[in-house]
C-alpha cells in the first residue's frame, strides 16, 4: 500500500526523534563513565560519526568543576547567563555546528559542558532533556544547510544578518533559530511531560536576569515562540501563563 505523503513525513520525524533519544542516552553514558577529576582544561571526546540519518561527526567536550566562574573559562566567558544555569541545574552546556570545508562538507556539531560534581547524579534528568534539546536544535541546522538541505526547512540567516542580531534580543527571532530552537525546546517538553512555555521561561529567564535582553523583550520572543509552536506542535501543550498569546491566535 503506498502511503501518503503525511504519513511518510510523520514516519521520517518518528525516525529522527528515535535517533536523537537514542544518542543522547548514549552520550549521557559516556558523561556519566568520564569519572574525570576537577579540571581547568576539557576531555574531548570524538569518533562519532554518522551519516544516516544524518551525515555529522559528534564531538564532546566536558570537565567538572565545583566553583565554576564563567568568567574564567575559555568557552564560556562570553556567556554570563551560563553562570546562572550552573548554579541552578548543577551544569552549564553549549553546542556549535560548523560545517568543514571539503568536497563532502560534513557538519560537526561540538557540545561544550562543564558540570558540578557535587550535583551529581541529580542533575542527570534535567540534563538529559537539555542534550535531547541541544540535539534536536543542532540537527535541525543540519537540515538547513548544504547539499543535506531538507526544502521544507527554513534558510540559514546570511553571516552579516546573524553576525548583527547575535548582539540582541532579536537573534531569537531569525527564523532560522525559531525553527530550531522551538523544534529543540519541544522536543524537550515532551521528555519531560511538561508545558512547551515552562520550557521557554527556563531557557530566556536567565539572559533576563543577565540583562542581555530585557523583559519587554523577552515578552517578544515568548509571544513569537508561542505562535510558531501552535502552528508548527498542534500536540503541544501551554500552562494558563500564556492563555492571553493562545487566545489571540
Request: proline share 4%; hydrophobic share 35%.
Amino acid at each position: 500500500m503506498l502511503k501518503s505523503f503525511t504519513s511518510f513525513i510523520n514516519e521520517s520525524d518518528d525516525f529522527k526523534q528515535d535517533f536523537i533519544k537514542d544518542l543522547a542516552q548514549k552520550l549521557i553514558k559516556k558523561i556519566r563513565d568520564a569519572h574525570g577529576q576537577e579540571s581547568d582544561h576539557y576531555e574531548t571526546f570524538g569518533g562519532m560519526e554518522f551519516r544516516e540519518p544524518f551525515s555529522f561527526d559528534l564531538k564532546l567536550e566536558l570537565r567538572r568543576d565545583s566553583t565554576l566562574t564563567v568568567k574564567s573559562d575559555e568557552h564560556f566567558k562570553n556567556l554570563p547567563w551560563e553562570q546562572l544555569n550552573y548554579s541552578k541545574h548543577g551544569y552549564c552546556i553549549d553546542a556549535n555546528t560548523k560545517v568543514n570545508s571539503g568536497d563532502l562538507m560534513i557538519p560537526e556539531i561540538i557540545v561544550t559542558l562543564i558540570m558540578n560534581p557535587k550535583a551529581e547524579p541529580g542533575l542527570y534528568e534535567m540534563l538529559h532533556a537539555r542534550i535531547i534539546d541541544i540535539l534536536t536544535h543542532e540537527l535541525n541546522h543540519v537540515d538547513q544547510v548544504g547539499i543535506q538541505k531538507d526544502p521544507f526547512t527554513e534558510n540559514p540567516s546570511d553571516s552579516k544578518t546573524r553576525g548583527a542580531a547575535k548582539k540582541n534580543y532579536k537573534y531569537f527571532l531569525l527564523n532560522d533559530e525559531v525553527e530550531s530552537m522551538v523544534e529543540g525546546m519541544y522536543a524537550r517538553s515532551q521528555y519531560l511531560e511538561t508545558p512547551l512555555d515552562y520550557v521557554f521561561a527556563d531557557y530566556l529567564q536567565p539572559f533576563v536576569q543577565s540583562k542581555y535582553i530585557t523583559a519587554d523583550e523577552y515578552q517578544i520572543v515568548l509571544e513569537t515562540w508561542v505562535k510558531y509552536a501552535l502552528g508548527r506542535y498542534p500536540d503541544a501543550t501551554f500552562s494558563n501563563k500564556v492563555d492571553k498569546i493562545v487566545n489571540l491566535i
